[in-house]
């Protein structure tokens, strides 16, 4: 296989309970709707790159119950290369706890169990195939001392290398200098700011303390850091023109935001590994996630290039 989207990651099996509020600590709310979905942020974002036209392989752990069963079945059925996932007789699939209110947005509580078990010495059996991809994802729902064995081999390759710090947790800087792009959202970007030993922001406000941020983090060897911000859409910041590129959502009305990141980093990848550029890769990305908005659950919320194309041509 040749150019292919590699994703390395989780995949977990989203049970989601959708309610008109979302409770506070203590409180009960009742007369939701309960709904079992296929997710993982690694996962999310395999189907968000094949069902947008890339080839891609995915890699994770997952147990060998019934849930893992299904997310194995599911993402095979997808047209993911799926034989490199690993299943682990000894650990539970991967499992998330959602809840979802009237306006789509969440309280997500994460079980890893397999994903917190896909160890270094693992991820190295499969050097050739990292280093031989077009283009890698890497989330953070996996342990830290994999992802920086994933660059380390990366870096050995062509590959365009992705980290999508999510959940957001502390990385060396010798990691950052194998990465290319990171993808945060706003709260990420301040968090690894925050963690590389900046000082806070304190006094900055909208773009002049986004541009702040990505500026600095990009002085650790990362060149490129694409922002997303939700209903505002995404801003892309590089080192050579150290300025943001603004690119705006699309107005929809959303009703479930849960892997609408996912659908972002995933068709990003996928578009990047034909060659495109980012600027045009991020529209592409952006429209997807505008359509994954407005449909219920991860992986089912994923749009089909056609859908994406033709959400493009809209405006």
Do not use: W
């Amino acid at each position: 296989m040749d150019n292919y989207v590699l994703i390395i990651g989780s995949s977990n099996m989203d049970l989601n309970v959708y309610s008109k509020k979302l409770p506070s600590p203590g409180q009960t709310v009742t007369g939701g709707i309960f709904k079992q979905f296929l997710g993982g942020k690694g996962a999310n974002q395999a189907v968000a790159s094949v069902r947008s036209g890339a080839k891609t392989v995915f890699i994770g752990k997952i147990g060998t119950d019934a849930y893992g069963d299904q997310m194995f079945s599911s993402l095979t059925a997808e047209g993911i290369d799926t034989n490199n996932i690993i299943r682990d007789p000894h650990e539970a699939s991967g499992v998330a706890f959602i809840l979802i209110d009237e306006n789509g947005e969440n309280m997500i509580s994460v079980a890893p169990g397999a994903n917190f078990k896909l160890s270094p010495e693992e991820i190295r059996v499969y050097s050739e195939i990292i280093k031989n991809a077009r283009v890698l994802v890497v989330q953070m729902e996996i342990p830290i001392e994999t992802i920086t064995e994933i660059f380390t081999i990366a870096s050995e390759g062509k590959v365009i290398k992705i980290l999508n710090p999510a959940p957001l947790k502390p990385i060396s800087i010798n990691t950052l200098k194998n990465i290319d792009i990171i993808i945060p959202n706003e709260g990420e970007l301040y968090g690894l700011h925050s963690l590389l030993g900046y000082k806070a922001l304190d006094g900055i406000e909208g773009e002049e303390k986004i541009l702040k941020a990505a500026k600095d983090i990009t002085l650790y060897g990362v060149n490129t850091i694409i922002i997303t911000l939700g209903r505002k859409g995404c801003v892309v910041y590089t080192s050579e023109t150290k300025q943001l590129l603004k690119v705006p959502a699309f107005k929809v009305n959303a009703m479930d935001t849960v892997g609408a990141g996912d659908c972002f980093n995933g068709v990003l990848a996928s578009k990047l590994s034909e060659g495109k550029s980012i600027e045009t890769a991020v529209k592409y990305a952006t429209a997807a996630a505008s359509i994954a908005v407005t449909r219920r659950g991860a992986q089912a919320s994923m749009p089909y290039k056609q859908e994406i194309e033709e959400r493009l041509n809209q405006g």
